[in-house]
């Protein structure tokens, strides 16, 4: 039996800049954006410290499609990936390597609405949950919209594409 291992990542913070979407020369959709978590401490004399890390997000295919048209600089996500480093040969003939986040989940966690100049266009699908797929037309709110504190669109790698037409009540999200 072989030994276990886990490449799990899972980040909450604030896009540093709007997503850029790209894609490969067979046409598969790359989105990548930059995301700022901060960590706070207060030190043995009572200082108060923070350190901001900044983090490179990839998407792909559906998801980076859904990742460009919903987010923007400054929007709080909740993203859930692998870390994955790759490295290249820069125009320059220098060695280059980056290590980033794929991401297979994305939850919007921050409360600006669509008319706050986050438009999606016709087609784009914000999945709910794991499961459920709903369609978002120009005119239509993003799903799951809270009506109290915060606006809950999960977006992870959608399997299939069913149109839902419920409200979702923030009280019954789990988190």
Request: aromatic content about 4%.
């Amino acid at each position: 039996m072989s030994a276990r291992s886990l490449n799990k990542v899972i980040l909450i913070g604030n896009l540093t800049r709007d997503p850029e979407l790209r894609y490969t020369p067979n046409g598969t959709a790359v989105c990548t954006f930059g995301l700022a978590t901060n960590r706070g401490w207060t030190t043995e004399s009572g200082e108060k410290k923070e350190e901001t890390e900044f983090h490179r997000v990839v998407s792909w295919n559906k998801l980076a499609e859904l990742c460009n048209q919903l987010l923007a600089k400054g929007r709080k996500v909740y993203v859930e990936g692998r870390l994955q480093t790759r490295s290249w040969q820069g125009q320059d003939g220098q060695q280059r390597t980056t290590t980033e986040i794929v991401i297979e989940d994305m939850i919007i966690l921050d409360s600006k609405r669509i008319d706050a100049g986050i438009q999606p266009t016709e087609g784009v699908a914000g999945v709910l949950n794991r499961s459920v797929v709903t369609n978002v037309s120009p005119t239509q709110d993003v799903p799951a919209v809270a009506t109290t504190s915060a606006e809950v669109v999960h977006v992870s790698k959608p399997d299939d594409t069913k149109t839902v037409t419920e409200n979702i009540n923030p009280d019954d999200i789990p988190f």
